[in-house]
């Protein structure tokens, strides 16, 4: 991690290497897109060498503020808003002296599993400009495994790091709801949506978690409860049925248990009774909270409205129908209408319950194991139009979980098969976070980040 941290700081302190990795950032970034925008500031660097983050370049998912930037979540409604403030996880990052360099590409609003919903741009995976990066943090993603930065943050609603880390070949994290405050995150599901990481070092991830973990008066949903975890004895491996992995995922995922087994870990497979309530469930409430945070955009109070309309009705009907996009307008319509009265009951109260008894499951299985091994994905990074929404939503099956239970998900590489990346994911017990990195380090030996063919290798600015 120190390696890391003083490679970046001693080739970007020179103003000739700097200039040139911005130029390099620019020639690669315009094949794969992960950028809505990118700008090296000026800084001291003297004062940056002390600091625990000194000089690491960070890249923020563009649904998260940074002060003076654009926060536009990837959606036509907020193309031209301008941040007034800093989110709270972000300050923390700087003021351990990391710079954030630029705002990274989304699914617009965070809905979406491959990176294609947004509305200002596309964005490609590294390893193939033919396929999608994931989401809905894609962008974040493919700036790390492209090797633009070596730090980049990112929200996870459903899976939103941790299946883009996968799909690049990068660690992604999530915390244990709370853990990071969620100040400054312009979340669509509040009781879902986390902030979260992703590099390629696990050391450097880790190092950013602790600086951005800390309980923040400005955000009632942060939590003063530290962080623990240590060496893992029992892992609970999640059985999945013959055919629902993609050949290369379901061979990786064998190479994970075999690689526990080697270096000592038990490995028991697990079933678990409510895996098949997590997409109704997820999905149900996920709809519902975002019909009710969306409301605020109406090109009144944020967004930009038309100009011209004939009365305040008018107003919101057109700004809300061109700013957003179709699957935004989906998830609204939907979710309002599980909340409509008559169908509250019937719906979303029903999820909420059924949220419920995944959480005890969870905590049962967790009672008796360090940690709980599953897939991230059933597939491999897909080629564009390759998989439909319907057929996405219904792979998110293995990531969603973690979010209901707001417990803590890693998603970790195991290599490279047939040229694309192939990983699975460690969830611990809550506020456990240091099970996950202990886990991922001793994998890394065997399985390491690999970096994208044609990435920017900072070694050689010096």
Not at 262 to 286: C, D, H, M, Q, W
């Amino acid at each position: 991690m120190l390696q890391v941290k003083r490679l970046w700081f001693s080739v970007l302190e020179k103003p000739d290497a700097r200039d040139e990795y911005v130029r390099r950032v620019g020639r690669i970034d315009e094949k794969i897109g992960s950028f809505l925008s990118f700008k090296l500031e000026e800084c001291d660097w003297a004062e940056l060498d002390g600091k625990p983050l000194g000089g690491v370049p960070v890249a923020v998912k563009d649904n998260i503020a940074v002060r003076g930037r654009k926060l536009t979540c990837g959606s036509r409604i907020l193309e031209n808003f301008i941040s007034p403030y800093t989110a709270t996880a972000v300050r923390r990052l700087e003021e351990a002296g990391a710079l954030v360099v630029g705002k990274t590409n989304m699914d617009e609003f965070g809905m979406g599993s491959s990176s294609e919903h947004s509305a200002l741009g596309r964005t490609s995976n590294p390893w193939d400009i033919q396929r999608v990066p994931g989401g809905s943090s894609g962008g974040s993603a493919a700036a790390v495994a492209a090797g633009l930065v070596p730090l980049a943050v990112g929200s996870d609603t459903g899976g939103s790091v941790r299946q883009p880390a996968n799909f690049c070949g990068i660690y992604g994290f999530k915390p244990t709801y709370g853990s990071i405050s969620r100040y400054g995150l312009t979340a669509y599901a509040s009781s879902l949506e986390v902030i979260g990481l992703f590099a390629r070092d696990i050391n450097l991830l880790e190092l950013a978690f602790e600086t951005m973990h800390a309980l923040d008066e400005l955000d009632q949903s942060s939590s003063k409860v530290g962080i623990s975890g240590g060496k893992a004895q029992k892992i609970a491996m999640l059985d999945v049925e013959t055919g629902v992995l993609e050949s290369p995922v379901a061979e990786a995922y064998i190479q994970a248990e075999q690689a526990a087994r080697a270096r000592g870990y038990v490995v028991e497979r697990v079933n678990l009774e409510t895996l098949k309530f997590v997409i109704p469930s997820y999905y149900t409430i996920a709809n519902a909270e975002a019909s009710a945070n969306l409301a605020r955009f109406d090109g009144i109070r944020y967004g930009s409205g038309p100009e011209y309309s004939q009365n305040p009705v008018d107003l919101v009907r057109k700004a809300r129908s061109r700013g957003f996009g179709n699957e935004v307008k989906l998830r609204i319509l939907l979710g309002t209408y599980v909340l409509r009265s008559g169908f509250k009951d019937q719906y979303y109260v029903k999820a909420q319950r059924v949220r419920t008894l995944i959480r005890r499951e969870l905590a049962a299985l967790l009672a008796n194991y360090s940690l709980l091994l599953m897939p991230v994905f059933p597939t491999q990074a897909f080629l564009r139009t390759d998989m439909d929404d319907y057929k996405q939503r219904l792979s998110d099956i293995f990531t969603c979980l973690a979010n209901l239970a707001g417990l803590p998900a890693l998603s970790v590489p195991i290599g490279i098969s047939r040229g694309l990346p192939t990983g699975v994911q460690f969830m611990a017990p809550a506020f456990e976070e240091k099970s996950l990195f202990d886990m991922a380090r001793v994998f890394s030996e065997a399985f390491p980040a690999e970096l994208a063919p044609g990435a920017l290798e900072i070694e050689r600015l010096q």
